[in-house]
């Protein structure tokens, strides 16, 4: 019990069934402070629902799921965002009709409740952060743009400025090169090496190559089990990792 | 309240109210299965519904008129004419519908209900013009007339029986429009992933059309079948399009079967509370409590858990 | 990018201008009492649109059960009215003389305990607000913690609307049933019936609705108006964002319902009576269109656009009451299919940017980039 408290994120046995199909099947998953874990698979082995069930977007069947010592399958979604897990989601979501400073400013981690959300004012500090993230994600000369007309890959970064600006602890990001050119993928992996620092982080990606240059640790998820787990060249090696991606 | 009466009184009251419930029940399912239809696959909220059944009202009304008129002695069957042309007629008016303007807000549901209020307001009004606002009743075949006594005090009219008949056969037709033939399938595949369908090759514009009038002209031949137990008025369909939904919603958008079993289960309600209470009192008692369950689970008695 | 915090920018503050101007000069200098007793009942029903800007506009929840608020704050008003209406000496020819007439008409001998605490006007005033919050808190909490939204709010909202309605005309014992509550005749002794009282009324009237269009304003202008744009578009990034957006939805709800319910106090003080006629199903989702008319995003628009449908709706009635539906039914399928912004988005297109050169004329350039005119998508 007392080596659990060393982990940031403890998974065990989780397991969530959609009417009788079990999505995520007895999965049991470390992931260290400071470690970046990329999450590999091929469609349809429970990858984003690992996420959504992090994040309480779906709710577990079994098993339970331990952030810094915290329940989160008891909690409820902003309680969990507030507890420090951070989400970026497969296809970009941030708000368009909104500016990418506004989309920004409601990420800041002050005032999310009604009242706080009515008291809120625009002041130096909150000024000056969104500068600094917007200059981060290469977004510092769009700041009064809406956020409806950027492009695929600038939609992609605002989303992670978004999270970068809540100061996550353990950030979670589903596919963030997915759809991107491939000067926009060199810029983004140079951005997320970046942001990396100092949290832990969970990305699945389909990009071996992406994954390789990031990955302290790689897990390699099959039919909502875990198929194999280590740095990546044992991964690679694998003869199940193998037989699942190339056997058929 | 039931203290007043014997076990025996009460069996009597709960079957001759379970009957006039069933009534309801036909009515009920008969708007609820188009409905279910344009609702619960397409995830359109047509307003209108309740004008497309009258308009089948209409018609029937405006056979039965011809028919005594030119055609007597075929008056005993003009019913089965007057079904066909309530389909068709509510049918084609709904795909006019579709392709005038349903088509055009597939991505606002919100728009869609204020539009086809307003498509309602229309429709009232035309037919308030056309037949006056006056309620008319169509002529009754005789050998649809009198009642079967089942009891000395409980009888069933033939009337209702022939309309719970129909219920029964409509039910099964959409049953297997639904899930046993090819245009069912395309259907739920366009319903299920749009983009996918169109690319194995269905024609989705056809198919939305079609299934939106296929959902009208059931509306249709429920107002055909109305007006063997109600009179018709413009303003007749809109009493009863809030409590459709409800009884389709309750049921679980998507599931023939939890519309049935919600309809049956909240025309019975409503119709044995009636006759301990007024009438306005169990509606409103009937319609908090769907309301109540509804909040407790949004998505209706009969759906399935799935993947958000 | 600026810090601080303006309420209204450089074109916003001339139409509060030009509408206070509408509202405290022109109309009553204009029109005899008659005809602006009229506008002051177009008015009250623009609370409710204003409620609806909030609501269904910015935060994309769209309720059709509006006139449930609306009614229950017009209720609460004839209530009291009511009561001082039927003192013993005014009702000694009833067999129950104290009680109101409906109530004598319906054998009831006895003031039920619900309608008690209305003999006191600040309770009155009080319940005028409370009450109506309470339901919508109530249902708020219901429906937007279990995640009911969209289409399944709006038909449900609208069953409410239909549940009091029936409830009112079934109980009419204890509600005055289908005629309302009528013969309303003074307020604390001052009798609301004279030519004088109705000026008084429509100032007041006037006073409530320009307080609430800043109120509504200043909610839109803070990061709560923000946040509803926001919530619209992507409920899910703000409840990963670490909002509860369940209390913003319900928060924005009640407070379209008591900006409603004030609207229907003031209605019943205007009108001299409430009915179920103003509660229902028809006459919530007619609330709707006045505020689509206007702009659904536009807190002015949605004033202008209650006046313009009340306006046509009146004339129409008077002229030609068939064409009436036509219009009403062409006007909810015209502002859908192609103005879904309404009065105040075709401004926005034809008439705003030769506007803004005009008052760039001498003054500083205003801020190119405001929230209230970009935000203009139809909600979904």
Redesign the interface.
């Given at each position: 019990m007392a080596a659990e408290n060393d982990f940031l994120l403890a998974i065990e046995g989780l397991t969530v069934s959609f009417d009788g199909f079990r999505a995520v099947d007895d999965l049991t998953l470390y992931i260290d402070p400071n470690e970046i874990r990329v999450i590999i698979g091929p469609n349809g082995a429970g990858k984003t629902t690992v996420l959504d069930l992090i994040?309480g977007?779906t709710k577990a069947t079994e098993g339970s799921i331990k952030f810094k010592g915290q329940e989160l399958t008891a909690m409820?979604?902003?309680e969990i965002?507030?507890a420090g897990v951070?989400?970026k989601?497969q296809t970009p979501?941030?708000?368009?009709?909104?500016?990418v400073?506004?989309?920004l400013?409601?990420?800041y981690?002050r005032?999310?409740?009604?009242f706080g959300?009515?008291?809120?004012?625009?002041?130096?500090v909150v000024?000056d952060r969104?500068n600094e993230i917007a200059e981060m994600i290469f977004l510092d000369g769009l700041?009064?743009l809406?956020a409806a007309f950027l492009s695929h890959g600038q939609k992609q970064w605002l989303?992670i400025g978004?999270l970068l600006i809540?100061d996550p602890e353990l950030l979670m990001l589903d596919e963030p090169v997915a759809g991107m050119s491939v000067s926009e993928r060199q810029k983004t992996a140079d951005l997320l090496k970046k942001i990396i620092k100092g949290r832990s982080v969970i990305v699945i990606e389909h990009d071996m190559k992406f994954a390789e240059d990031i990955a302290h640790r790689v897990t390699v998820l099959h039919q909502g089990k875990v198929l194999s787990e280590g740095d990546m060249e044992r991964v690679k090696n694998d003869p199940k990792v193998v037989e699942v991606y190339l056997g058929h | 309240m039931f203290s007043d009466y014997t076990m025996a009184e009460l069996g009597s009251i709960f079957a001759m109210q379970g009957f006039a419930g069933l009534s309801l029940f036909s009515v009920f399912v008969l708007m609820a299965l188009g409905l279910a239809i344009i609702f619960g696959q397409m995830g359109v909220?047509n307003m209108a519904h309740g004008e497309f059944m009258i308009l089948g009202a209409y018609v029937t009304y405006l056979c039965s008129n011809l028919f005594s008129e030119y055609l007597p002695g075929l008056f005993s069957i003009y019913f089965f004419l007057a079904m066909i042309c309530a389909f068709i007629a509510s049918g084609a008016l709904g795909m006019l519908v579709e392709w005038a303007?349903i088509r055009?807000?597939y991505?606002?549901?919100?728009?869609?209900?204020?539009?086809t209020?307003?498509?309602?307001?229309?429709?009232?009004?035309t037919y308030?013009?056309v037949f006056g606002a006056r309620e008319v009743g169509v002529t009754i075949p005789d050998w649809m007339m009198g009642a079967l006594p089942l009891t000395d005090i409980v009888e069933i009219p033939i009337n209702g029986i022939f309309v719970m008949i129909l219920t029964i056969s409509i039910t099964v037709a959409v049953y297997f429009l639904m899930y046993r033939s090819g245009w069912g399938k395309q259907v739920r595949a366009v319903t299920q992933n749009r983009v996918m369908a169109g690319a194995v090759g269905i024609n989705t514009e056809r198919t939305d059309r079609l299934t939106f009038g296929i959902g009208c002209g059931i509306a249709g031949v429920a107002g055909s079948a109305f007006t063997m137990i109600g009179s018709t008025g413009p303003t007749a369909g809109?009493l009863y399009i809030?409590d459709t939904?409800?009884v389709v919603?309750f049921g679980g958008a998507s599931s023939l079967l939890g519309t049935i079993a919600s309809a049956f289960t909240i025309s019975q309600a409503q119709s044995s509370i009636e006759f301990f209470l007024?009438?306005?009192?169990a509606?409103?008692l009937t319609?908090?409590t769907?309301?109540g369950i509804?909040?407790?689970r949004?998505q209706g008695l009969f759906t399935l858990k799935v993947r958000r | 990018?600026?810090?601080?915090?303006s309420l209204f920018n450089r074109s916003e503050l001339l139409f509060l201008v030009i509408l206070i101007g509408l509202i405290f000069i022109v109309l009553p200098f204009g029109l005899d009492i008659f005809r602006l007793n009229l506008v002051g009942k177009y008015l009250t029903y623009a609370f409710v649109a204003l409620g609806l800007v909030l609501c269904?506009g910015s935060g994309?929840i769209?309720s059709?059960g509006q006139g449930l608020f609306f009614g229950l704050g017009g209720y609460c008003m004839a209530m009291f009215l009511k009561l001082e209406a039927s003192t013993p000496e005014a009702t000694k020819i009833q067999s129950t003389p104290g009680i109101p007439d409906f109530m004598d008409w319906n054998q009831i001998t006895e003031l039920p305990w619900f309608w008690e605490p209305f003999h006191s006007l600040p309770f009155t005033l009080l319940a005028i607000i409370a009450v109506p919050t309470f339901f919508a808190f109530i249902i708020g909490l219901?429906?937007f913690t279990?995640?009911?939204g969209?289409?399944?709010f709006?038909?449900?909202t609208?069953?409410?609307a239909?549940?009091l309605t029936?409830?009112i005309?079934?109980?009419q014992g204890y509600t005055g049933g289908v005629n309302g509550i009528t013969d309303l005749r003074t307020l604390l002794g001052w009798d609301i019936r004279t030519d004088d009282a109705k000026y008084v009324l429509y100032f007041v009237n006037g006073g409530l609705l320009i307080a609430c269009l800043l109120l509504a304003q200043f909610?839109r202008q803070?990061?709560?108006g923000?946040?509803l744009?926001?919530m619209?578009?992507?409920e899910?990034?703000?409840?990963?964002?670490?909002?509860?957006?369940a209390?913003?939805k319900i928060?924005v709800f009640c407070l379209a319902a008591a900006i409603s319910a004030i609207g229907g106090a003031m209605f019943t003080l205007q009108v001299g009576f409430m009915s179920p006629s103003f509660v229902g199903?028809v006459p919530s989702?007619e609330m709707?269109?006045y505020c689509?008319v206007g702009g659904r995003l536009s807190l002015f628009g949605a004033i202008y656009g209650t006046l313009l449908v009340n306006y046509a709706k009146t004339v129409f009635s008077e002229v030609l009451p068939?064409v009436w539906?036509?219009a009403?039914?062409?006007?909810?399928?015209?502002?859908?299919?192609a103005f879904?912004n309404g009065i105040a988005g075709l401004y926005q297109t034809y008439l705003e940017p030769k506007v803004r050169r005009l008052l760039e004329v001498g003054g500083k350039e205003p801020d190119?980039?405001d929230?209230s005119s970009?935000?203009?998508?139809?909600?979904?």
């Amino acid at each position: 019990m007392a080596a659990e408290n060393d982990f940031l994120l403890a998974i065990e046995g989780l397991t969530v069934s959609f009417d009788g199909f079990r999505a995520v099947d007895d999965l049991t998953l470390y992931i260290d402070p400071n470690e970046i874990r990329v999450i590999i698979g091929p469609n349809g082995a429970g990858k984003t629902t690992v996420l959504d069930l992090i994040c309480g977007k779906t709710k577990a069947t079994e098993g339970s799921i331990k952030f810094k010592g915290q329940e989160l399958t008891a909690m409820r979604e902003h309680e969990i965002v507030t507890a420090g897990v951070g989400r970026k989601f497969q296809t970009p979501s941030i708000y368009e009709d909104l500016t990418v400073f506004e989309n920004l400013e409601i990420s800041y981690p002050r005032g999310r409740t009604v009242f706080g959300a009515i008291m809120f004012r625009r002041d130096q500090v909150v000024i000056d952060r969104v500068n600094e993230i917007a200059e981060m994600i290469f977004l510092d000369g769009l700041l009064d743009l809406r956020a409806a007309f950027l492009s695929h890959g600038q939609k992609q970064w605002l989303e992670i400025g978004m999270l970068l600006i809540q100061d996550p602890e353990l950030l979670m990001l589903d596919e963030p090169v997915a759809g991107m050119s491939v000067s926009e993928r060199q810029k983004t992996a140079d951005l997320l090496k970046k942001i990396i620092k100092g949290r832990s982080v969970i990305v699945i990606e389909h990009d071996m190559k992406f994954a390789e240059d990031i990955a302290h640790r790689v897990t390699v998820l099959h039919q909502g089990k875990v198929l194999s787990e280590g740095d990546m060249e044992r991964v690679k090696n694998d003869p199940k990792v193998v037989e699942v991606y190339l056997g058929h | 309240m039931f203290s007043d009466y014997t076990m025996a009184e009460l069996g009597s009251i709960f079957a001759m109210q379970g009957f006039a419930g069933l009534s309801l029940f036909s009515v009920f399912v008969l708007m609820a299965l188009g409905l279910a239809i344009i609702f619960g696959q397409m995830g359109v909220i047509n307003m209108a519904h309740g004008e497309f059944m009258i308009l089948g009202a209409y018609v029937t009304y405006l056979c039965s008129n011809l028919f005594s008129e030119y055609l007597p002695g075929l008056f005993s069957i003009y019913f089965f004419l007057a079904m066909i042309c309530a389909f068709i007629a509510s049918g084609a008016l709904g795909m006019l519908v579709e392709w005038a303007m349903i088509r055009h807000l597939y991505k606002r549901p919100l728009d869609t209900l204020l539009a086809t209020w307003g498509l309602s307001l229309i429709l009232q009004q035309t037919y308030r013009s056309v037949f006056g606002a006056r309620e008319v009743g169509v002529t009754i075949p005789d050998w649809m007339m009198g009642a079967l006594p089942l009891t000395d005090i409980v009888e069933i009219p033939i009337n209702g029986i022939f309309v719970m008949i129909l219920t029964i056969s409509i039910t099964v037709a959409v049953y297997f429009l639904m899930y046993r033939s090819g245009w069912g399938k395309q259907v739920r595949a366009v319903t299920q992933n749009r983009v996918m369908a169109g690319a194995v090759g269905i024609n989705t514009e056809r198919t939305d059309r079609l299934t939106f009038g296929i959902g009208c002209g059931i509306a249709g031949v429920a107002g055909s079948a109305f007006t063997m137990i109600g009179s018709t008025g413009p303003t007749a369909g809109q009493l009863y399009i809030v409590d459709t939904f409800l009884v389709v919603v309750f049921g679980g958008a998507s599931s023939l079967l939890g519309t049935i079993a919600s309809a049956f289960t909240i025309s019975q309600a409503q119709s044995s509370i009636e006759f301990f209470l007024s009438g306005s009192m169990a509606k409103v008692l009937t319609l908090l409590t769907v309301v109540g369950i509804l909040m407790l689970r949004p998505q209706g008695l009969f759906t399935l858990k799935v993947r958000r | 990018m600026k810090a601080g915090f303006s309420l209204f920018n450089r074109s916003e503050l001339l139409f509060l201008v030009i509408l206070i101007g509408l509202i405290f000069i022109v109309l009553p200098f204009g029109l005899d009492i008659f005809r602006l007793n009229l506008v002051g009942k177009y008015l009250t029903y623009a609370f409710v649109a204003l409620g609806l800007v909030l609501c269904w506009g910015s935060g994309g929840i769209l309720s059709l059960g509006q006139g449930l608020f609306f009614g229950l704050g017009g209720y609460c008003m004839a209530m009291f009215l009511k009561l001082e209406a039927s003192t013993p000496e005014a009702t000694k020819i009833q067999s129950t003389p104290g009680i109101p007439d409906f109530m004598d008409w319906n054998q009831i001998t006895e003031l039920p305990w619900f309608w008690e605490p209305f003999h006191s006007l600040p309770f009155t005033l009080l319940a005028i607000i409370a009450v109506p919050t309470f339901f919508a808190f109530i249902i708020g909490l219901a429906m937007f913690t279990r995640r009911v939204g969209g289409v399944y709010f709006a038909i449900i909202t609208q069953a409410f609307a239909a549940i009091l309605t029936i409830l009112i005309i079934g109980q009419q014992g204890y509600t005055g049933g289908v005629n309302g509550i009528t013969d309303l005749r003074t307020l604390l002794g001052w009798d609301i019936r004279t030519d004088d009282a109705k000026y008084v009324l429509y100032f007041v009237n006037g006073g409530l609705l320009i307080a609430c269009l800043l109120l509504a304003q200043f909610i839109r202008q803070c990061k709560l108006g923000r946040l509803l744009v926001a919530m619209r578009d992507q409920e899910d990034r703000v409840r990963f964002s670490g909002y509860n957006v369940a209390n913003l939805k319900i928060f924005v709800f009640c407070l379209a319902a008591a900006i409603s319910a004030i609207g229907g106090a003031m209605f019943t003080l205007q009108v001299g009576f409430m009915s179920p006629s103003f509660v229902g199903i028809v006459p919530s989702i007619e609330m709707v269109i006045y505020c689509a008319v206007g702009g659904r995003l536009s807190l002015f628009g949605a004033i202008y656009g209650t006046l313009l449908v009340n306006y046509a709706k009146t004339v129409f009635s008077e002229v030609l009451p068939e064409v009436w539906l036509f219009a009403m039914g062409a006007l909810f399928i015209g502002v859908v299919m192609a103005f879904p912004n309404g009065i105040a988005g075709l401004y926005q297109t034809y008439l705003e940017p030769k506007v803004r050169r005009l008052l760039e004329v001498g003054g500083k350039e205003p801020d190119p980039v405001d929230t209230s005119s970009i935000a203009a998508r139809p909600a979904e």
